[in-house]
């Protein structure tokens, strides 16, 4: 059982960075691929991004057009860790982000990922 808790999330202004992290416990953090997801009010959850690492020198991310050049995911097998590195943030960004671990390689539809996070609320303001 893998548990995940987000934190980071503020209200920021149009233009605006923040770094989202995802603390992992409870399993062997490595050997899963993490994700992103998002979600918007009045909107289904979205894949953001996903980020999977098969050894120290060797990662695979994937994202969303829609972040795509602004947005960066990483993670820290040390500290079993994932972040979201967000920069150049729109009001369309405003969500309720989530982590999310699954094994295997990485998935973009959130019915693959089996665990996780409470989310932490992101509000980009014009």
């Known amino acids: 059982q893998v548990q995940l808790v987000e934190s980071g999330g503020e209200a920021v202004q149009t233009g605006g960075s923040l770094r989202l992290s995802c603390a992992a416990s409870g399993g062997t953090f490595s050997s899963y691929s993490m994700g992103w997801f998002r979600q918007a009010p009045g909107k289904e959850r979205e894949f953001v991004a996903a980020?999977?690492?098969?050894?120290?020198?060797?990662?695979?991310?994937h994202y969303a057009d829609s972040v795509k050049g602004r947005f960066t995911i990483s993670r820290d097998n040390a500290k079993n860790a994932v972040y979201l590195q967000m920069n150049s943030l729109k009001p369309e960004d405003t969500a309720v982000y989530y982590c999310?671990?699954?094994?295997?390689?990485?998935?973009?539809?959130?019915?693959?990922?089996?665990?996780w996070g409470q989310g932490t609320q992101v509000t980009v303001s014009s």
């Open positions: 980020v999977r690492s098969w050894n120290p020198t060797v990662t695979y991310t």
């Open positions: 999310a671990a699954k094994s295997g390689s990485v998935a973009t539809s959130e019915v693959d990922y089996m665990y």
